[in-house]
């Protein structure tokens, strides 16, 4: 499965973006985005978040999971209490014929498994953890883009963990 992760600010700006691969079941951590996907994630993103305003007005939930697709990607959601919000965008691998997945529960193969909620759940909470801290900082200005590659390790190490 592909990942691609974005940290928007309480304006709706890009405070934070990473892509990257699963980790699990043999992968290698690179993600398999096609090439031309790499502005169309971006996109398709931001368009979920009048999804995601919806969604958390609706419910009294910081995780929002999935709340969007589009094509073969969904998009799930994590908003903190500083109305920050952190989505994902996460595209299943791609079956050729002949192949098989271990488990139709594993978590490339079904994004709305409740393991892969779990996964993705654990992910956001580990980030979100991570980002309080970064935040926190004196040297941090409120809805500005975070370059700490402390924070970048941290969002990657997550990843690998758990995605």
């Not at 009048?50 to 589009?70: M, N, P, R, S």
């Not at 654990?122 to 953890?129: K, N, P, S, T």
Request: hydrophobic share 35%; net charge positive.
């Amino acid at each position: 499965m592909s990942y691609h992760f974005i940290i928007l600010g309480t304006q709706d700006n890009p405070l934070f973006s990473y892509v990257l691969g699963t980790s699990k079941q043999g992968g290698d951590g690179q993600a398999r985005f096609p090439p031309s996907a790499a502005h169309l994630n971006q996109f398709v993103l931001h368009s979920s978040l009048d999804i995601a305003e919806e969604v958390q007005w609706g419910t009294g939930h910081l995780y929002l999971k999935c709340i969007d697709k589009f094509f073969n990607n969904y998009i799930s959601c994590f908003v903190t209490g500083s109305n920050t919000k952190f989505m994902l965008l996460h595209q299943p691998t791609q079956q050729g014929p002949g192949v098989t997945t271990r488990s139709s529960a594993a978590i490339g193969a079904n994004p709305t498994s409740p393991q892969t909620e779990e996964a993705i759940r654990a992910f956001f909470q580990e980030v979100y953890e991570s980002w309080v801290k970064t935040v926190m900082s004196p040297f941090y200005g409120l809805n500005k883009e975070i370059r700490s590659p402390v924070f970048r390790q941290k969002v990657a190490a997550a990843g690998r963990k758990y995605l």
